[in-house]
């Protein structure tokens, strides 16, 4: 019954964001134990806090580390229905973090927290001031597990090449890439 149900959820969620969650179904038919778990991960990735452009930032900051691909386009397209501002995603998604007012400053910190910078620390404060302590916990909860899903579908050989990300109006918005 459980089983059944961890698919029924997953085929609602792939519907709404017409994103395919194959190896959510490989993982529940592998371990119910395993599916409940993964089923538990958006407790932590899609808690947005007080403010939603934060958490729009951070999540795709934590997912753009991870994949460029069909994961991205689905943490933009969550960020849009949750509110967030479609050129402030283009911004960070092209590089410019720094032109995307608060979605960039989520972006920054996740990159910050990701990569070890010590910029993390003034990038919290700033989100604290700005928005308060639990605008940080969701940017620290979304930077530390929404790349957990491209890596996991790596891990799991469901891995996608990088696309160019569709954003409301902006088609074909390329990633940037690393120097």
């Not at 958006?42 to 691909?69: E, K, M």
């Not at 967030?84 to 960070?92: G, I, M, P, T, V």
Request: hydrophobic share 45%.
């Amino acid at each position: 019954m459980i089983r059944w149900l961890l698919h029924k959820m997953t085929r609602q969620f792939e519907a709404r964001y017409q994103y395919n969650g194959d190896y959510m179904h490989e993982v529940y038919d592998i371990s119910t134990s395993a599916g409940i778990r993964l089923s538990l991960l958006p407790l932590l990735s899609q808690y947005r806090g007080p403010n939603v452009d934060i958490w729009a930032g951070a999540a795709l900051a934590s997912t753009l580390d991870g994949d460029c691909g069909p994961c991205a386009q689905l943490i933009v397209d969550m960020a849009l229905e949750a509110g967030a501002n479609a050129e402030h995603l283009a911004h960070c998604v092209q590089g410019d973090p720094a032109s995307a007012e608060t979605v960039g400053l989520g972006f920054r910190f996740a990159q910050a927290a990701i990569n070890d910078h010590i910029e993390a620390n003034d990038l919290r404060e700033e989100i604290i001031a700005g928005y308060g302590k639990e605008a940080s916990v969701s940017a620290a909860f979304t930077a530390a597990t929404s790349r957990a899903y491209p890596v996991l579908k790596r891990a799991l050989g469901k891995g996608s090449a990088c696309t160019a990300l569709n954003i409301g109006n902006l088609q074909n918005v390329r990633v940037a890439t690393a120097a």
